[in-house]
């Protein structure tokens, strides 16, 4: 389980600089880590978070990368398989296509195909999600396109304690570890106790607890649904709500040990609907706790329309409070 | 499954009385169903032999479901038995080529009365998974729980309700039998559907039935209590025969036009202790002695009473008598039951003064009724129905 949400002797700290926090601590512990993407040094990243490295660690270990994911992602590759501890920066997870192919026929394949010879102990961190009006290009929700993918770890943190322990967590970890962060979370602040530090990723978190109906969700969507059981509350429905934390591998048993106790489940996935993360959960579900069931799975996803640019559609197209509110409520017969 | 009335939709098999390699013969009693009326035990339309039993003890099935299949004698002798479709499975018409004739397939034995329209209860009742389990864990009929979910569906909490409060509705239950609360809203459904769709025209007759009494006394004198004859039976003798001679009073109007029916069943309107009617029938009242037709009413009665009657009998009534002389009422105006065209009503024998021959004496005196369905029939051939029924009271040793 991550660390408590609220403890004593916190300090407020936002999403972006609790990422920081976690890649300084990173180079401050392993000198084989360093971090390269496009404008991580100078600029400081383009959603700020590795502003200052540079002055810190020096261009050897914050290193900016020219227009090319495949290359720089390649050359990740090759460095962790050289015995480095690489963390990759991709702006977007709508440019991390660019570098799908080393990604995936190469970072997640080459144990397998090594005979065990070899791994690829790299970490790959990229935004991903809408919401702040850059358009198609540069706002879709492509991690569940990740999560299909065998030989990597997918994680999405959605809280500043997963954020700021995530990190060192994945940089453990023998193979290819891919970290997506929610664009609309930077600017989030939350409370971090004063030893934070790594958090467990195997586990998905029950961030609400309830009886009536799951909620099951993760990364930016995570505070939309916590939204939404708040005003279920208010109508006498008592909403649990699961932050996944880790897209792949899936945490089975949390989530099935919720359904079986609340017997109905919505997935909330900014994800496009038709061949989502939501219809993996869905069907692990019907795998596994069918008899537990009390009404059809219900989903919430984004809208199968390229991410608008207009503040009204871009909003209209992605998960929000009240089609969550009115999913579980149909699940439940109360429309 | 029979449709045991107008507004029947679905039955639940309680009993069967035969196995398969049974040999049956038509008006065999072969099973048991639970209606809204009641048990009803079904009888048999065909000779041979019960081949598979098709629906299991305590399922409920909608009007039309095959309960069993049988080898009819004819079959068993051509050896196509095994060909024979499931009797009202939906015929799925082959396309023939034209020159050929159609191919003759194994006639389904008749349903004792035609389907109705497609029954809305038809589909497969909606059950969450969870509550499925749970009832399987407690042996709870999902039958017996009411679904509070969408469309109707039976969810966690309905079953866990049922459990709850298991006794009242599970007792009631398992006396095979009277359920008053859904006779009352069969009745209901019955009388406002009556109401709604049928023009009814009202006829009242007031009947000197002196003879007749003085007969019955004669008749009665030398009989033990339980042979004897009953005003009752020498009234619905007269509307069965007064209903062989004007046709217009005797069958079904459905879908939309009058089919007038040969045999004359009439329906007796039986009241249940404790709230309740059924009107089942006594079969060829027209044709069979009145010692049995008398025979056959206490039977019918007695039957009703207890919970049991046969398919046939609440199914196919042509004309319905009713009575309300016990209770002392002079007059009563029946709604006719759908999808009959007539009703004859008969209040209590009063004596009254009244003119025979130009002087006024004591005569015993009824007002007999007549509710009739004006889409079929008109006030003077009511009227004329009426008088023959009157008539026929006056001549009972004709009777």
Known sequence: MPPQMTQPATTEITYRDAMREAIRDALHRDDRVFLMGEDVGRYGGCYGVSKGLLAEFGAERIRDTPLSESGFTGAGIGAAMAGMRPIVELMTVNFSLLALDQILNTAATVRHMSGNQFGVPLVIRMATGAGRQLAAQHSHSLEGWYAHIPGIKVLAPATVEDARGMLWTALQDPDPVLIFENVMLYGMAGRLTADAGPVDIARAAVRRPGRDISLITYGGSLWKTLEAAAVLAGENIDAEVIDLRSLRPLDDATIMTSVARTRRAVIIDEGWRSGSLSAEIGMRIVEQAFWELDAPIGRVCSAEVPIPYARHLENAAIPQVPGIVAAAKAALGRV | ?399
């Open chain 2, 1 to 399: 499954m029979p449709s045991l009335g107008a507004d029947m939709e679905a039955g639940k098999l309680v009993e069967w009385l035969v196995k398969p390699g049974d040999r049956v013969k038509r008006g065999d009693i072969v099973a048991v169903v639970e209606t809204q009326k009641g048990a009803i035990e079904i009888e048999i339309f065909e000779t041979g032999r019960i081949e598979q039993i098709l629906v299991g003890l305590n399922t409920e099935v909608p009007v039309g479901t095959p309960l069993a299949r049988i080898q009819t004698e004819l079959e068993a002798m051509a050896g196509t038995a095994a060909a024979a479709p499931p009797p009202s499975a939906p015929a799925v018409p082959v396309a023939a080529p034209p020159s050929m004739p159609a191919p003759v397939a194994p006639s389904p034995p008749p349903a004792p009365l035609p389907p109705l329209a497609a029954p809305a209860a038809a589909a497969r009742a909606r059950v969450s998974p969870a509550a499925r389990r749970l009832a399987e864990a407690h042996a709870i009929d999902l039958a017996t729980v009411t679904g509070s979910g969408p469309a109707g569906a039976i969810v966690y909490a309905d079953v866990e309700r049922r459990l709850g409060a298991p006794v009242a509705r599970a007792e009631k239950k398992r006396a095979p039998g009277l359920d008053l609360d859904a006779m009352r809203t069969a009745i209901a459904a019955a009388m406002a559907r009556s109401k709604r769709e049928i023009p009814h025209y009202y006829l009242e007759h007031q009947v000197d039935v002196t003879a007749s009494e003085q007969w019955l006394a004669s008749i009665n004198a030398a009989r033990p209590p339980d042979g004897r004859l009953l005003i009752g039976a020498l009234m619905i003798r007269s509307v069965a025969l007064a209903a062989r001679r004007f046709p217009a009073f005797n069958g079904f109007y459905r879908d939309g036009k009058f089919e007038p029916s040969r045999a004359v069943h009439v329906g007796v309107a039986i009241a249940i202790r404790g709230g309740g009617l059924a009107a089942p029938a006594l079969h060829d009242a027209d044709h069979i002695p009145l010692d049995e037709l008398m025979a056959r009413m206490r039977d019918l009665v007695q039957r009703t009473r207890s919970g049991r009657i046969r398919s046939s009998e609440i199914s196919d009534p042509t004309i319905t008598v009713t009575s309300l002389g016990e209770r002392g009422v002079e007059t009563l105006y029946g709604i006719i039951y759908p999808p009959q065209v007539a009703i004859a009503g008969f209040g209590r024998v009063v004596t009254r003064p009244w003119v025979v021959d130009g002087a006024i004496g004591p005569r015993s005196v009824v007002s007999i009724t007549l509710s009739a369905d004006h889409r079929v029939s008109d006030g003077h051939a009511g009227a004329l129905f009426l008088a023959e029924i009157g008539r026929l009271l006056q001549e009972p040793d004709k009777l």
